[in-house]
């Protein structure tokens, strides 16, 4: 059965033109040529190309397509090691949500007291250099958190170093958590600008129901996209 460029692109209302793009990243086989030179596709495109679509939602476009290069090529191990990283991450973006839940239920509302100035940052306070290592992150991080509005560290008025009071470190946690589970600077400290002005956890709790959504959502879609993956395999050599 000969079908066109047409024929794949109707069915999921692309252009003809996206079909050869496609094509051309590797993301289908390649097509066969008419004597006049036209593309000719096989119902195997087809499949590839409903493997692709069914691949981004639940993948990405960048990995989908990765995955399925390694597919046309033959390489079905490649194929499913990027198909178990990505499975990896949202195991771990899982554990993030569960740990951003567990910090908010342990938040503790008062802010620290100014530190006293004197030879260290004080009780239940840290510098940026110890902060940044307990988090894994490097100081360069949160200054550009701090320049985005996500924290505001004090200064000690001896040394003129930034310094992080308890619920400093809440901010910082809290944003470092939502960084992870794929928040924008900006959507941060909105967040961490409600839950300052009530005075607790609740304005996140919508937060981490889209949040958990997401997840869900994906992992459905990581579902879809494993049968549609599991009929291009099995057509292939079709």
Excluded at 131 to 151: F, H, K, Q, S, Y
Excluded at 168 to 191: F, K, N, P, S, T
Aim: charged letters at 25%; glycine letters at 10%.
């Amino acid at each position: 059965m000969r079908l066109r460029p047409i024929d794949l692109a109707r069915e999921h209302g692309l252009s003809t033109q996206a079909v050869r793009n496609y094509e051309e990243a590797g993301f289908l086989p390649p097509a066969g040529r008419s004597p006049h030179g036209y593309r000719v596709y096989a119902p195997r495109h087809a499949v590839a190309l409903r493997a692709f679509l069914a691949l981004i939602p639940a993948h990405g476009h960048a990995t989908a397509g990765a995955i399925m290069r390694a597919v046309n090529d033959g390489a079905v191990e490649e194929a499913l090691r990027l198909i178990d990283e990505s499975h990896a991450q949202l195991a771990d973006d899982r554990r993030t949500l569960e740990a951003v839940e567990g910090a908010l239920r342990d938040l503790a509302p008062p802010r620290e007291p100014e530190p006293e100035p004197g030879p260290g940052p004080g009780p239940g306070v840290t510098f940026i250099g110890p902060l940044a290592r307990r988090l894994g992150i490097r100081p360069a991080t949160l200054r550009t958190w701090e320049r985005a509005g996500l924290i505001t560290p004090r200064r000690d008025p001896r040394t003129g170093y930034r310094v992080y009071t308890s619920a400093d470190m809440r901010d910082v946690l809290l944003a470092h958590q939502l960084r992870r589970g794929g928040y924008g600077l900006e959507q941060i400290a909105r967040v961490l600008e409600r839950v300052r002005a009530a005075g607790g956890p609740e304005p996140l709790q919508a937060t981490l129901r889209e949040w958990r959504d997401r997840l869900t959502g994906r992992g459905l879609a990581m579902l879809a996209g494993a049968a549609a993956l599991d009929a291009c395999l099995g057509r292939r050599n079709g």
